[in-house]
């Protein structure tokens, strides 16, 4: 019979140990210690609400080298007594200098300001800690996730066989979609011959080639990276003058693709590009993927939100034709981070990423009709995100969450009026959904600033006003030409708030101009633009 008593080593003091473990279990969530998981939650919800009442800009403007002295300073290995000690410092390092999506004058990237509901819902799903892979660690919480599916999908109009999944962000569902876009491609592959039926996988996509526009995210780029086509296998295909796919164009790339023995595997659309909020013509892109046997995925990360917008939703007409649909719901839905969907119109799809494993969803579960949300999975351990546009959708509506996006794209259109019709600034396009492209460019002498100039210029903008604290925005190229970049997400932002930060760009403009102006040599005008590439490289810090 095998001994189960414990040997301890010279010296070690097991009783110590014990102490120290009855100490920590202080800390579990249970049901002893319930009364203390209320009282510290409510501490931190108190210290962000204390932070949020009393903050009165975007950003503090610290820089990375500053911050990171502070973090490097601090010994991990002895904790402090308390929690309200652990906030007053995480108060130092983090809630001080965070940047505030929530306030109006940030006006940056495409991070929302979150509704309450969802944070009740972030507040529960983290301690209840369910993990959605399989059913016997999530039950209520997976039919929860599948019925918000089935709703998205309706909403979509993707039809009665469609499904899909929630996952991380709008990256990873343009790369699940990519993922069961080449194996259903190199599926027909093996099927026209048993010459390809013989070769491994890799042997079978240095022929697989992926159309988009040439302003789509870079995620499609990256998928295709991951995927083992490389980034050359996507053609980046030329927009018309409003930034929206060219179906003309599409439609020589894909036939000179075939003509050179190419297989079209996947056209992207992109139903709101992060730059320009455009969205690509689908009737047209959907005909043209048709015609070629190419499976059609529209990246709807941004303008998903249109699937519930009162005013806006007919912009996203032809979205029901899609094989697979990305939307991000911690975009335009207002929910913290993360929540994303990915979404197909044909379950049967969602074969190209499971993998049946005894220890967790062996297939006899499936034939039992277990509900294992990791069969239709890239991940495994995964969040209850979907609880929070449960409670968000269950406590406020679907129409008044389309309602904030629309009063958005409602801003930016007056916006737009007000920079066209500005001479100190020129605008990129008109905008679409909720940002605006531009950059300043005043009249000097009766005419219009140099380009190299304001291609120096407006990064140094930027980053100047980043420095301030003032207000948030951010920058992009247009035909290789430095822009500025407005995002507008705050339902709440009026225009007196961005007319606000126009001013600010405008005066910042100008007193950079003065200075870039003075200095005729060649080593000042260097030193001007090192030290943009400097500022540059701590916006993107």
Known sequence: ????????????????????????????????????????????????????????????????????????????????????????????????????????????????????????????????????????????????????????????????????????????SNFQALLMARNHAVARLRAESAEHRELRLPLLLDRLRIFTSEDSHFSIQKSAAMLGLGFDAVIPVPTTPDHRLDPTALGAALAESQEAGLIPMAVVATAGTTDFGAVDPLHEVSALAKAYDAWMHVDAAYGGGLLVSPRHGGLLNGIHLADSVTVDFHKTFFQPVSSSAVLVRDRAMLRHVTYYADYLNPESAAKAQIPNQVDKSI????????????????????????????????????????????????????????TLVFRYRPLLNGAPLDEDLADRLNPAIRAAVFASGEAVVAGTTVHGRHHLKFTLLNAETRLSDIQDIIELLRRTGADLLGTLAAPRDAAASSSFTASTASDQKDLSA
């Open 1 to 172: 019979m095998t001994s189960s008593r414990v040997e301890l080593s010279p010296g070690q003091d097991f009783g110590s140990g014990v102490e120290l473990a009855l100490a920590a279990s202080n800390q579990l969530l249970n049901a002893r210690n319930s009364p203390n998981y209320v009282a510290q939650v409510l501490q931190g919800v108190n210290a962000v609400a204390t932070k949020i009442q009393r903050t009165s800009q975007p950003f503090t403007g610290i820089t990375p080298a500053g911050l990171e002295r502070r973090v490097a300073a601090v010994e991990l290995d002895q904790p402090l007594p308390d929690l309200t000690a652990a906030l007053e410092e995480l108060d130092e390092l983090y809630l001080k200098d965070a940047v505030y999506f929530h306030d109006s004058r940030y006006a940056a990237h495409l991070n929302c300001p979150v509704v309450i509901p969802a944070l009740v819902g972030e507040a529960i799903l983290s301690a209840v800690n369910s993990s959605l892979d399989t059913w016997d660690q999530s039950a209520g919480a997976t039919l929860i996730e599948r019925r918000l599916i089935d709703w998205t999908a309706e909403r979509i109009g993707l039809g009665r066989d469609a499904d899909g999944v929630f996952t991380s962000g709008g990256s990873q």
């Open 379 to 434: 991940q495994t351990t995964r969040r209850f995100d979907a609880l929070k546009l449960w409670l968000t959708l269950r406590t406020m509506g679907a129409d008044a969450v389309g309602a904030l996006f629309d009063e958005a794209i409602d801003l930016t259109a007056r916006v737009g009026t007000l920079l066209d019709e500005d001479p100190d600034f020129e605008l990129a396009a008109a905008p679409q959904l909720s």
